[in-house]
């Protein structure tokens, strides 16, 4: 008997704003304790939260991003709780009314070894705003706990899915999907280390048909590896449990990277009673559809609007446009070299997916620190395309770019041509030179012209190598071909 | 010259008849002799209050004086105020230095007042008698073994036995018009969203609102003039133009219509209160006012939404005391739930207490939808009352408390009683609907009686046009306790 899992997920995503969401402090990454937290962060008696539109404008972007109904009237509620990084005694967050209702998310699940590559749509929920709380800090303070609050009051997006997911994999191309989704229309910096993309997976089983299974929530997870070995764990649980006539508790669990286990933190039993009701200091958040259409007019073109723009228009594969789209780094860098050379998108596409991507991988480097700039990679195209150099020549002009140091020497202008002029990378065109080569080695391998013209065609190769070296690699390839038959003919 | 009128103070100061340091000087003075008896003020810092009138001389001397420069106010101790004690009245901050201004504080700070001192309190504005302070129980300056009404009881006492010019208070279901009324003085709570929260301690957030108290209508238009305005700080606050609360005062009163509520004058009014108010009206039908009778059937219920209501915000507006960050924390204390306890146990007095139970409970789960959503209904239905009302009328007018200032120690036992006392100003919370009290003579005890003035949005002007006229014909608001 199978099991069927069923998995849904709650992400937090840190929007990029400068200033917290309900004060003027600042939300910038490490620094040091408490410098950023304000009399709102604080919580002093008497500080009054006002909220932050940039915080409200990047949600209306996610609403927009994933066809989600956006609410023209939201409300901000309180979540009651005491902990000492959480200042107020309560969270700002969105309970009832959310400022982002139902929507979707369609996400490519990877083949396996099994299997064959699907797409799959994936409904999300809503997506609310709300406020994180700050750190407690467990070094040396006497024996005490210190507490930071820098983080108290950053702006989060809880972005809540459906339970549509069936497997780790779906899972993992969902997280995955959303943190490019995020990341593409700027509203969140995705940088998981640091905490700007946190998953709570909730996970349960069944037999396929049965009513749902009692879920898990697997906190707080923020790496994609992390989240596969956690529901992996998780799952094979659920089902030894249920196998051995247990029964499974609703219960919040931590995933324990270091022993690839799962343990849970508190049942349904100790849940908080949150005591939500609405904030009296917030009035309800009203969307005008004119600050809609604003917002809609910031929006980067989404992937899958480009994706097909490149399969219609440029003429690419659906494999090569999703590659290109994975992000929008690589998408821009992919524009902005092809505008250099118009009507080359697939020999730039296969540049990108072949020596790009390839050397990024190889130093371990993102699209935002490729050595080669887009221009660069535009500016050798064009040299392939004019026949200046050949398509060997132009990889060994893009390996000299690569390991080119920036700091030491100052590039010219134009470090294609640079490159190419000062390393005699040109192609040799000249019908004479050719002519010149392939005479001299016809006249010195006697032998083997007489076996090729005996029938051992094979010998073809051998005399395109011998004249390649001679030219340096430089002779025009098709040219030199061309003028070899032509000679070994007779 | 500590019975004057703020302008009187105002053209003293700029014709230099006295200077700030002087009057200032004269106030700390009467408090140094009176205040022990009165325990009006929490905190004093004369050197800083002698410094601001140093500066606001200063001011004088160049000509830039505004109406209030020079000029000492006290502030109720729920405003935050950079460099000063903040208590609240609470233990809770007993050690607590606001390094920040409220909003109204710094509207006084620019307009060049004195801040004279901290007032007297009940804890975090719980409270109808100012017993609930941690500082003590405020003594009533017309009868020393009588209540000054709560919570902002020290700033009325200080009002009322001539302690400072003019003074703050604040109003979440009747802390400026109850004590107003059982002291004789004048009170003001604005429309909601009129003076910005920013900086007070908050009590009941949609029902907590700033305004003055002080001898006369005319004082009052003086102080909501620097007190009112929008403030981006606080999201509740009403972007509106400045407005003159003064423009309308030397407005005859021909036309006024009055509505008499008829929930106002039945069961539970004393009968002193009854005749002091019914001679107002009849003062004002006199001015050339009429009288129209009116319903607002909703009355009985606002003491039970309002103790739904104001209790559920208020317990969770009092979790940021923790004693994580700053405030009391309990010496003693095992893990960090025991920390939190003890610190709350010790640091709030048992009618706050109370209400962080009341509050609590109304917000659980299972309990929201039937009393707290329940009362929300129920508060539309409040304010609809009054919107139907002023189809009728331009001003209501009746009690402002049931009855005269009672004993310290006479409600003390009984809450439900106490809360009693605020059946005629809650609904004006609710609604948030100005109110204002002024005095109207003297009960049976000799103790002063209010009669409450209720306007429709913004119609402040209005009322303390009704208000300077009444005490244009009468001089209740002239009579001062004896000392």
């Given amino acids: 008997m199978t099991w069927e899992i069923v998995i849904g997920l709650e992400v937090h995503t840190q929007l990029s704003t400068n200033t917290k969401i309900f004060s003027g402090a600042s939300t910038a990454f490490g620094a040091e304790p408490n410098t950023q937290a304000d009399a709102v962060s604080l919580a002093l008696p008497g500080v009054l939260p006002v909220l932050n539109k940039g915080a409200v404008e990047r949600a209306i972007k996610f609403g927009l991003a994933t066809g989600s109904h956006i609410a023209p009237r939201s409300v901000f509620a309180r979540k009651n709780y005491f902990y000492p990084d959480l200042p107020k005694g309560y969270q700002i967050s969105q309970m009832d009314l959310p400022v982002v209702g139902k929507g979707a998310l369609t996400i490519q699940v990877p083949s396996t070894g099994s299997g064959q590559a699907y797409e799959k749509v994936v409904r999300i929920t809503r997506a609310h705003l709300e406020e994180d709380a700050g750190k407690s800090l467990h070094g040396d303070f006497h024996g005490m706990t210190g507490i930071d609050l820098n983080r108290a009051g950053t702006p989060l997006l809880e972005i809540v899915s459906e339970p549509d997911m069936s497997s780790a994999a779906e899972a993992i191309a969902y997280a995955k999907a959303l943190h490019a989704l995020v990341c593409w229309i700027g509203i969140c910096d995705g940088n998981m280390q640091e905490g700007s993309f946190r998953c709570d997976v909730n996970v349960s089983v069944r037999k396929p048909g049965a009513p749902l299974g009692t879920r898990r929530e697997i906190k707080n997870l923020n790496s994609f590896k992390f989240m596969q070995q956690a529901i992996d764990y998780e799952v094979q649980w659920q089902i030894d449990t249920l196998e051995n006539g247990g029964k499974i508790q609703q219960a919040t669990i931590l995933f324990n990277p270091d022993t690839g286990e799962t343990r849970a933190m508190r049942s349904k039993e100790d849940a908080h009673d949150y005591r939500y009701f609405p904030d009296p200091d917030l009035l309800p958040l009203e969307i005008s559809p004119q600050w809609i259409e604003e917002v809609r007019a910031t929006l980067p073109e989404l992937p899958h609007t480009k994706q097909a723009r490149y399969v219609n228009e440029l003429g690419l594969s659906a494999y090569d446009a999703s590659v290109l789209t994975s992000s929008r780094e690589m998408a821009d860098f992919f524009e902005a070299a092809l505008n250099d050379v118009p009507g080359q998108a697939k020999i730039c596409a296969n540049w990108m997916i072949g020596e790009v991507s390839a050397q990024l991988n190889r130093d371990g480097l993102d699209m935002t620190q490729c050595p080669i700039t887009a221009q660069q990679l535009g500016d050798l195209l064009k040299r392939i395309a004019d026949g200046t150099i050949s398509n060997s020549a132009a990889k060994t002009v893009f390996r000299t770019i690569w390991l080119w140091d920036k700091v030491r020497n100052n590039p010219p202008s134009n470090l294609v041509d640079f490159i190419i002029e000062r390393d005699g990378l040109k192609q040799v065109s000249d019908a004479g030179a050719i002519e010149k080569i392939v005479d001299e080695i016809i006249a010195a391998n006697a032998d083997k012209v007489a076996e090729y013209r005996s029938g051992k065609d094979k010998l073809f190769g051998f005399f395109v190598g011998l004249a390649m070296k001679a030219s340096k690699g430089q002779a025009n390839p098709a040219q030199l071909n061309e003028v070899l038959k032509k000679k070994l003919a007779g | ?483």
């Fill in chain 2, 1 to 483: 010259m500590h019975n004057s009128s703020l302008q009187q103070l105002s053209a003293a100061l700029r014709s230099k008849k006295i200077s700030s340091v002087e009057l200032t000087q004269l106030y700390l003075d009467r408090i140094a002799a009176l205040n022990p008896q009165l325990n009006a003020y929490i905190t004093l810092n004369p050197e800083t209050s002698l410094a601001q009138a140093r500066e606001a001389d200063a001011r004088i001397a160049t000509g830039n004086a505004e109406a209030l420069t020079g000029i000492p106010i006290a502030q109720k101790d729920i405003f935050c105020a950079q460099g000063w004690r903040t208590t609240c009245g609470s233990k809770m901050l007993h050690n607590f230095v606001s390094p920040y201004d409220a909003h109204v504080i710094s509207q006084f700070n620019n307009a060049g007042a004195i801040n004279l001192g901290k007032t007297n309190m009940d804890e975090f504005a719980m409270g109808s008698s100012n017993e609930t302070s941690h500082y003590g129980a405020v003594k009533n300056p017309w009868d020393t073994a009588r209540v000054p009404g709560g919570s902002s009881g020290g700033t009325a006492a200080a009002v009322a036995a001539r302690l400072c010019a003019a003074a703050t208070g604040t109003d979440t279901g009747g802390s400026i018009r109850q004590p107003a009324a059982l002291c004789g003085i004048s009170g003001l709570k604005p429309t909601y969203g009129v003076c910005s929260r920013y900086g007070m301690i908050a009590f009941a957030s949609s029902l907590d609102q700033a305004g003055p108290m002080g001898r006369c209508a005319e004082d009052l238009a003086l102080l909501l003039n620097t007190m009112a305005g929008f403030d981006e700080r606080d999201s509740t606050s009403l972007q509106r133009d400045k407005e003159d609360y003064a423009r309308d005062l030397a407005k005859p009163l021909n036309g006024l219509r009055i509505g008499l509520p008829k929930e106002f004058f039945a069961e539970g009014l004393s009968s002193d209160v009854a005749q002091a108010v019914e001679a107002a009206i009849a003062e004002y039908k006199k001015l050339g006012a009429t009288v129209v009778d009116i319903s607002l059937p909703n009355t009985r219920l606002s003491i039970p939404v309002y103790y739904v209501l104001a209790p559920a915000e208020a317990s969770s507006n009092l979790s940021r005391f923790d004693g994580v960050r700053y405030g009391y924390r309990a010496p003693d204390y095992g893990d960090l739930a025991d920390m939190y306890e003890q610190t709350r146990a010790q640091g709030f007095g048992e009618e706050v207490k109370r209400r962080i139970m009341i509050g609590t409970y109304v917000l659980s789960h299972g309990y929201y939808d039937a009393y707290y959503l329940q009362a929300q209904k129920i508060r539309r239905l409040i304010a609809q009352d009054f919107t139907e009302a002023f189809k009728q009328c331009d001003v209501i007018m009746g009690p402002t408390s049931p009855s005269t200032a009672f004993k310290l120690g006479e409600k003390g036992d009984d809450p439900v009683q106490m809360y009693l006392s605020d059946i005629y100003t809650i609904a004006v919370n609710l609604a948030g609907l100005p109110g204002m009290s002024i005095p109207c003579g003297f009960g049976d005890n000799n103790m002063p009686v209010g009669l409450q003035i209720i306007g429709n949005y913004f119609d402040e002007a209005r009322m303390l046009n009704a208000a300077h006229q009444y005490q244009l014909a009468t001089d209740w608001h002239s009579r001062a306790p004896q000392a």
